[in-house]
């Protein structure tokens, strides 16, 4: 009893910080000069953004078609509370015991908040498509913004990699139930190829197209994780397990079997599996060249995300946890857990199944495709300051949707390729805990190591001007400098920690790809034509005069909405 009271302290805790940070966030857009502009017209909101992002040298290539709530859209989606019930509570619990959700998942949780907070200082200051890649860059120079970008884009590119394995085994499991077909490494492949595929299709229809989608699925599901808990509790409760089950600290095994595994800290397992969770909320700050008022919108957009994705998914899991019946014939180990989200859907009858079914999948693929989106983005904003080779060709922008086009078609193919060569390489065995540890460990490196490269920096007091007080609409006063440190700790430690639970040969590929990379950048940097540095003061990404960016922004014809006291749909195209 004293252990679940602790437990459920702990959720109060994390709630209590996370009201308390959005408050005194919020006391930063008390000052006229900050306040967001959603009482002025569109063609007003559209100019200030588009001035803004000019000042830091950039031109308007993308349209500005996304609220405030889609860019929430994007990171909500991409954190993914229905994809991780579905696809990682299983393996998460079976690996780390239930104690991953009663005491793991509130404290990822809180440093996820803080982890946020710290990054959306820097949305603030520098709303680019570049995201940690320019905020790097700002802070520190070309070649530790080089460094974070292609860190960025590795931990993206694998995280869209296990999503779209998962959800593709999920899909081939059921049919194989369905039908009683027996699947192939070929249905695998060829399910990852349509996943792949209708990302692509999404992307291309440029920040319309997404903006729509994930409005769509923020809606969709926050309504489905109220809807699967009242259905959940009105069908069988009380549950067939206490509340003291999701405190318990039995330890796992990787082989699911929930049986004690040495004194390995097999916890901590569990609780890096379910840190996919908290990866991929920045994603919002990738598409803030396509976001009206991004100064305003991004941070919340980012801090909300991680609070939500707290609240909700500590709810549903343990909702599932307590009804799951491990230990039976049917259901013997916790990795079995997606399999019985399914039966459950089956036994509500044929439409409903028809319906939720294929809604697991849409959160899993959603997922994917946040991850992509801002995969794209990072990529796109390298080659657009020509700091890649073959920039010229990456940074093309389709005029008709206003898309870094060349730039999806590369990631998606990328990633394509080496889903492929992962499931290939497993002979036939699918997706097991340790390979997905090991997918997840790695992406996790990835993108820590590029979240804390910028907030030390800033830390470090390098062009301190870049983030001052008058760029910022996110402050959080005096914390800030804690925010900062506790954020920089966690993630190197977590990052460190991670590699140690890595295979010997993951840990070796992952130093020599480390090696590589910083060899690679430092002989761009040095070939004759290098690309120089284009700071023309602390907020100069490019060297781009305004008549330039003039004329490149004369082929992305913007349609404007007119804005308060307007109709909705009525739109103004304007030519820069």
């Not at 909101?45 to 929430?72: I, P, V, W, Y």
């Not at 969770?277 to 919108?297: I, K």
């Not at 039966?343 to 899993?364: D, H, R, S, T």
């Not at 070939?527 to 990404?541: E, V």
Request: proline content about 4%.
């Amino acid at each position: 009893m004293l252990i679940m009271a602790l437990g459920l302290l702990l959720f109060v805790i994390v709630c209590v910080i996370a009201l308390y940070l959005g408050i005194r966030a919020n006391r930063g857009y008390s000052d006229p000069l900050k306040q967001p502009f959603t009482r002025h017209t569109g063609y007003v909101r559209f100019m200030q953004d588009k001035h803004e992002l000019n000042q830091l040298g950039l031109a308007q290539q993308l349209t500005r078609r996304m609220s405030g709530f889609a860019a929430f859209g994007i990171s909500f989606s991409t954190l993914s509370v229905i994809g991780a019930a579905v696809f990682l509570l299983g393996p998460a619990i079976s690996v780390g015991g239930p104690a991953v959700v009663g005491f793991g998942f509130p404290i990822l949780a809180l440093f996820g908040i803080i982890t946020a907070c710290s990054l959306a200082s820097f949305a603030s200051s520098i709303p680019t498509a570049g995201g940690c890649y320019h905020w790097a860059r700002a802070a520190g120079g070309r070649r530790l913004g080089l460094l974070t970008g292609w860190l960025h884009i590795a931990g993206n590119l694998l995280m869209i990699i296990t999503m779209n394995i998962v959800c593709a085994e999920w899909v081939s499991r059921l049919i194989e139930t369905k039908l009683g077909y027996e699947s192939r490494i070929g249905t695998v492949c060829l399910l990852i190829l349509f996943l792949f595929l209708t990302q692509v299709y999404a992307g291309l229809g440029g920040a319309g197209r997404l903006g729509r989608l994930f409005r769509a699925a923020a809606w969709l599901q926050a309504l489905s994780v109220v809807a699967i808990v009242a259905g959940l509790a009105a069908l069988a409760w009380p549950s067939a397990y206490p509340l003291e089950l999701i405190y318990g600290f039995a330890l796992g095994s990787s082989s699911g079997t929930g049986a004690v595994s040495g004194n390995e800290p097999v916890l901590l397992l569990g609780m890096l599996l379910l840190q996919r969770m908290f990866l991929g909320a920045d994603s919002a700050a990738y598409v803030a060249e396509e976001t009206h008022d991004p100064r305003a919108n991004i941070p919340w957009a980012m801090f909300l995300s991680i609070v939500y994705t707290f609240i909700f998914g500590f709810v549903l899991f343990a909702m599932l946890l307590l009804q799951f019946p491990v230990g039976t014939t049917e259901f013997p180990l916790y990795n079995n857990m997606a399999n019985w989200m399914g039966v459950l859907a089956e036994g509500l009858g044929g439409p409903a199944n028809a319906v939720i079914v294929p809604v697991f999948i849409l959160f899993g693929w959603g997922s994917g495709l946040g991850s992509m989106t801002a995969c794209v983005r990072t990529l796109f904003a390298l080659s657009r300051d020509g700091a890649v080779p073959w920039s010229g060709r990456l940074a093309i922008v389709s005029e008709r949707s206003c898309a870094p086009v060349n730039a999806l078609w590369v990631v998606a193919a990328a990633g394509l390729a080496a889903a492929i060569a992962v499931v290939i390489g497993g002979n036939g065995s699918g997706l097991t805990n340790d390979r997905l540890v090991q997918l997840v460990g790695t992406s996790l490196i990835a993108l820590h190591l590029s979240y804390s490269i910028p907030i030390f920096l800033k830390l470090h007091g390098r062009r301190k001007s870049v983030f001052s007080a008058v760029d910022q609409a996110w402050q959080l006063g005096r914390i800030e400098v804690v925010m900062d440190w506790i954020a920089v700790i966690w993630l190197v430690s977590s990052a460190c920690m991670t590699l140690y639970f890595l295979s010997g040969f993951i840990q070796l590929l992952v130093v020599s790809i480390a090696v590589i990379l910083l060899a690679a950048i430092e002989l761009y940097h040095k070939r004759p034509n290098a690309w120089k540095d284009a700071h023309h003061g602390p907020l100069r990404i490019q060297r781009k005069t305004i008549e330039e960016m003039i004329r490149i922004e004369r082929r992305f014809p913007q349609k404007i909405n007119q804005g308060a006291g307007s109709f909705p749909g009525e739109a103004h195209k304007t030519t820069q």
